[in-house]
């Protein structure tokens, strides 16, 4: 079953505090839908963890609903549970909400958070995969066949495989060569992650393939490029609603960073060549999609069905030639903290959301200039200490990057 716009449905998000989930949040909400949040916190206890904080300064939740209620008259629950720990009040508030649809970020998402150290890895992988299977056993546990969107990502293909080839939605089709016969499937796209973080995302696709041919779970998985922006429409309508802008080593994605780099003068920081190629999406274009997807259900007893949340593709020397040509920034090329390909080839196919409707947001002067404003705005709460990188995908990397003289390029 189709749904329309007019049509309003009870969504729960998991994770709707942090940088994907809010927006999104306020999005649904906007858009007339019934929306609960359950979130646990995590986000706000890792920047003190770290001792890292949000560019923009992000009011608490009660106060962002609030806030919300006020301006708009449109009311958003809220209920303050571990996914992945509290399996029995879950089930209890799913049971109580009766959601239409679960959105499901509740999961650790920084790829440098999770290689830090044997602790951080493991919480990555307990979390994330404990998260998403408790979710998948609640929906069969309380017999709710809400349709659950999962925010995957692009890195669970790994970079470079495919060459010039589109990279399909999920699915390949291959020809399984025996001795004497032949044969044709289609499988999943292998899995090739290149951190633990990205491995837990590969993982959660076998629970999702398991539970939708075992029990009928209605899953969609969005395959997200970097997301990149900070505000939306609604987070924008005033500053108690702004959204999260992280620009540290573990959790600022490389074109923020770019951006925040260039706006307080430090010089912008490639890791490796700068000839790797990634996916890229602005995040008025994730609170779109996420909606596009609510709409679109699979039926019961359909495989996940898969989509690429991407809107464009960069090398990211390019782009910091952009940031620069735009801002005068310097270029540094960093030894590259991470183990990844130094140089690859990306197109991939994102025509599901284009069928459905989605108008790109791609990268503009206008935008990429109103974030490089926002983080200008913001810059006497900018922490220089926390931008280059601390995380290290091999121990031998650390000693690398300390002997290594780093290279300015004017
Ligand atoms: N990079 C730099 N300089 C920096 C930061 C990063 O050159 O200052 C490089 C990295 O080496 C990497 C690329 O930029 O080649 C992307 O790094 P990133 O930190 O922007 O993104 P990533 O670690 O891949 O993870 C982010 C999100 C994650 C999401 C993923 C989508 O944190 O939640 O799933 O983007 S994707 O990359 O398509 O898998």
Redesign the pocket.
């Given at each position: 079953m189709t749904y329309t716009v007019d049509d309003t449905l009870k969504v729960l998000i998991l994770g709707g505090d942090g940088f994907c989930g809010w927006p999104t949040a306020l999005h649904l909400s906007a858009a007339g839908h019934t929306v609960a949040i359950a979130d646990n916190f995590s986000r706000r206890k890792i920047d003190e963890e770290l001792g890292t904080n949000s560019l923009t300064p992000i009011a608490p939740l009660k106060t962002r609903i609030s806030v919300w209620e006020n301006l708009t008259g449109k009311s958003i629950l809220f209920d303050q549970i571990d996914v992945a720990r509290d399996y029995e009040r879950f089930l209890e508030l799913i049971v109580n909400f009766r959601p239409d649809a679960i959105v499901h970020f509740a999961e650790q998402?920084?790829?440098?958070y999770s290689m830090k150290s044997a602790a951080t890895k493991r919480y990555t992988v307990n979390n994330n995969t404990n998260a998403t299977h408790n979710v998948l056993c609640a929906l069969v546990d309380s017999g709710i066949d809400a349709h659950l969107v999962h925010l995957g990502?692009?890195?669970v293909y790994g970079y470079g495989w495919s060459g010039s080839m589109p990279v399909p939605e999920g699915y390949v089709q291959v020809k399984l060569i025996g001795k004497d016969t032949e044969m044709e499937r289609e499988i999943l796209h292998p899995a090739n992650p290149?951190?633990v973080?990205?491995m837990s995302?590969t993982m959660d696709q076998l629970m999702f393939g398991f539970y939708a041919k075992n029990d009928g779970v209605r899953v969609t998985d969005l395959h997200?490029?970097?997301?990149w922006g900070t505000q939306t429409s609604e987070t924008g309508l005033d500053e108690r609603l702004i959204n999260r802008f992280d620009y540290d080593?573990d959790?600022?994605?490389?074109?923020n960073?770019?951006l925040m780099q260039a706006a307080i003068g430090h010089p912008l920081?490639?890791?490796?060549s700068?000839r790797?190629t990634?996916?890229f999406i602005h995040i008025r274009d994730t609170v779109r999609c996420i909606e596009l997807a609510i709409l679109n259900p699979p039926e019961q007893g359909d495989k996940p069905s898969i989509f690429n949340q991407?809107t464009e593709t960069h090398r990211?020397m390019d782009l910091a030639a952009l940031v620069s040509e735009l801002t005068d920034a310097k270029i540094d090329y960093?030894p590259?903290p991470?183990v990844?390909a130094a140089e690859n080839e990306l197109v991939v196919d994102n025509s599901k959301f284009l069928e459905l409707g989605l108008n790109t947001t791609t990268l503009s002067e206008g935008l990429l200039t109103e974030i490089h404003d926002i983080a200008k705005k913001y810059l006497d709460r900018a922490d220089i200490s926390t931008i280059l990188?601390t995380s290290f995908w091999r121990r031998q990397s650390l000693t690398r990057a300390k002997k290594t003289k780093v290279r300015v390029i004017d």
């Open positions: 998402r920084a790829a440098p990502t692009m890195g290149g951190s973080y990205h995302k997200q490029g970097i997301v080593g959790y600022g994605t490389v074109l960073r770019f920081t490639i890791y490796g700068g790797q990634r996916a991407v990211l960093l590259n991470r990844e990188p």
